[in-house]
Every structure is written in structure tokens, then in C-alpha cells.
């Protein structure tokens, strides 16, 4: 009886010892929620982990959030058997399978807004624990997209032509010449609307020089670079414009 008892005991210790030894598991959890007032289904969507902020290079991990939920704005996902690293957290609906974030897709990222080259914030997984990143708010993405050209007199002076796909504000625009020096519109900084032709200089008679004395700009390449916000984030676009003789 006794050695029965001491069995039984030794049986209940090692079952505890077991499972406090047991290996926790490593991972994520969160839930993906559609901001108010947009609309769309964010179900099934692609949940990514990069190392890079800028999400460049390839995820080193990928699950699918769940596509059963009757809610279409709100999709839980897990990650589990993560190594303990820092991490990126991009959720994205691919709706025209395109394989990269484009235009009206649905798109989040973890501590932040999402915009082309910007990944949130960073985020710690350690050992044993699954990490809560609670909502993640998806949006629907708005490509912005720049159109320019150029016009050169005869006398070897430019003036640059620019356009949107929809309304915007310009904070900063500038354009580099092919010696790499920088000049700066402060004429250009406003609101801008969609599919309209602006021009720097903004009067029509003015046109750039390359001095004071109203010498030819060179020829080479241009490039204009405008920064502003548009939707819910920040844009930097870039364009190269070939001036030729």
C-alpha cells in the first residue's frame, strides 16, 4: 500500500515536472479590422513578417487570417512556431492578384499607416510567447500616381509640367539638374486636384534659366521630386525627365 502511495506520488511529480519542461510556443496573434466607413472584405487576406522596414526582400514568414468569420470587417490571424526576432507586420487583400500593393487593394501594417516603403513599427516575438498585436487597421490603398513633361523655348529655357490622378497636397517640390545642383518651388506647395496640369514656373511667360543672365538650362536628365500627403499617408514621387538639345 505504502509503495502504492509513494508510486502515485512520484507518478503526479513527474507529470508536473512534464509539463512545466513542455516547450511553449512562439508566436503571434491579432485580429485585422476594416476601418469605419470604407468599405470592403478583409477575410482571407495575406498576413506577412519582414525584417526590413521597409518590406523590402522576401517575407520570412506568411499565414492566411481567417475566411470563416460572417463579419467580412474583422479576420483573425496566428503565426505560431516563430523564431524570437524583431518584426514588420504587413496584412494585405490582393484583389486583382497582381502579387504586390496596388491600387484599391486592401492594405495595414502593424504600429502605423501603410505607404510605399514604410512598414509601422517594429515588433518583438520572444521565446515562449505569443505575442498580442491586437487590431490591425486595413485600409483601402490609393495609388497616387505623378505625370510630368517639359517645354524648352528656343532660347534654351525649360519650364516642367506636372500631374496627379487624384487631389493631393504638395508640401515640397524640386527638380535636380544633371549637375546635380537642387532648386526649389515654393510657388508649387498646395493643394493639388485630380488630372490638372500644373506648371513651374506658374506664370507662362517665366521659364527656368540657368542664371540670372537667362543662360540655356543643359540638357540631361531632370528629376522632379514632390512630397506631400495624400489619402491617410505621406508620398515621395519621383520622375526623370531627358532634356534633349
Known amino acids: 500500500m505504502a509503495y502504492n502511495r509513494i508510486f502515485a506520488i512520484l507518478i503526479v511529480v513527474l507529470m508536473i515536472i512534464g509539463l512545466s519542461c513542455a516547450k511553449k510556443e512562439t508566436g503571434i496573434i491579432g485580429k485585422l479590422i476594416l476601418q469605419t466607413g470604407q468599405q470592403g472584405d478583409v477575410r482571407n487576406s495575406r498576413v506577412r513578417l519582414f525584417i526590413q522596414q521597409d518590406l523590402t ?6 499565414v492566411a487570417s481567417d475566411s470563416t468569420g460572417v463579419d467580412k470587417t474583422t479576420s483573425e490571424f496566428e503565426f505560431t512556431d516563430v523564431s ?20 484599391l487593394d486592401i492594405v495595414g501594417v502593424y504600429g502605423g499607416i501603410y505607404s510605399p516603403g514604410y512598414g509601422g ?8 510567447e505569443m505575442t498580442d498585436v491586437g487590431d490591425i487597421v ?11 513633361s517639359y517645354e524648352k523655348t528656343a532660347e534654351g529655357w525649360l519650364a ?10 504638395v508640401s515640397n517640390w524640386s527638380f535636380t539638374l544633371p549637375d546635380g545642383s537642387i532648386y526649389y518651388d515654393q510657388d508649387q506647395i498646395g493643394n493639388k486636384s485630380a488630372n490638372t496640369k500644373y506648371r513651374s514656373p506658374v506664370e507662362n511667360q517665366v521659364y527656368w534659366a540657368a542664371d540670372t543672365l537667362g543662360s540655356p538650362m543643359p540638357t540631361g536628365n ?21 532634356v534633349a538639345k
Not at 222 to 242: C, E, P
Open 138 to 148: 486595413m485600409y483601402i490603398y490609393k495609388e497616387l500616381t505623378l505625370t510630368t
Open 121 to 128: 513599427s517594429q515588433l518583438q516575438v520572444t521565446e515562449g
Open 160 to 169: 516642367f509640367f506636372y500631374e496627379f490622378n487624384d487631389a493631393c497636397y
Open 84 to 103: 524570437p526576432s524583431h518584426y514588420y507586420l504587413l496584412a494585405w487583400k490582393d484583389l486583382n492578384n497582381s502579387g504586390e500593393v496596388d491600387n
Open 222 to 242: 531632370y528629376i522632379i521630386t514632390i512630397s506631400g500627403n495624400y489619402s491617410v499617408y505621406n508620398f515621395t514621387l519621383v520622375d526623370t525627365l531627358t
Open 57 to 62: 526582400g522576401n517575407p520570412v514568414e506568411e
